[in-house]
Nanobody, 116 residues
Framework: QVQLVESGGGLVQAGGSLRLSCAASGSISNIYGMSWYRQALGKKRELVASLPSGGRINYADSVKGRFTISTNNAKNTVYLQMNSLKPEDTAAYYC??????????WGQGTQVTVSS
């Protein structure tokens, strides 16, 4: 069973930066897109950034200009560079990969806490 493993979360002061990583424990073929979601305590999970294969990168309005989604050359790791962090960015962050066959993979989540 292939799993996605996230890392890079932690505690940071407002204005600081973190870089999240998400790597697959095995090979996943026919990837349609890679995305990052987040879920704050008591709130619904929301899409933060998506990187569709051959498509346009999308960002939530709340993170535009501050967050950047990218992959490595092998396309087996997806990153989320988060700059100018705000307390409202505090949440558990999840990566999700989707395949053309309609299958979705999710990571276990990594906590990001931004102190004011």
């Amino acid at each position: 069973q292939v799993q996605l493993v996230e890392s890079g979360g932690g505690l940071v002061q407002a204005g600081g930066s973190l870089r999240l990583s998400c790597a697959a424990s095995g090979s996943i073929s026919n990837i349609y897109g890679m995305s990052w979601y987040r879920q704050a305590l008591g709130k619904k999970r929301e899409l933060v950034a998506s990187l569709p294969s051959g498509g346009r990168i999308n960002y939530a309005d709340s993170v535009k200009g501050r967050f950047t989604i990218s992959t490595n050359n092998a396309k087996n790791t997806v990153y989320l560079q988060m700059n100018s962090l705000k307390p409202e960015d505090t949440a558990a962050y999840y990566c999700s990969w989707a395949t053309w066959s309609g299958r979705s993979y999710w990571g276990q989540g990594t906590q990001v806490t931004v102190s004011s």
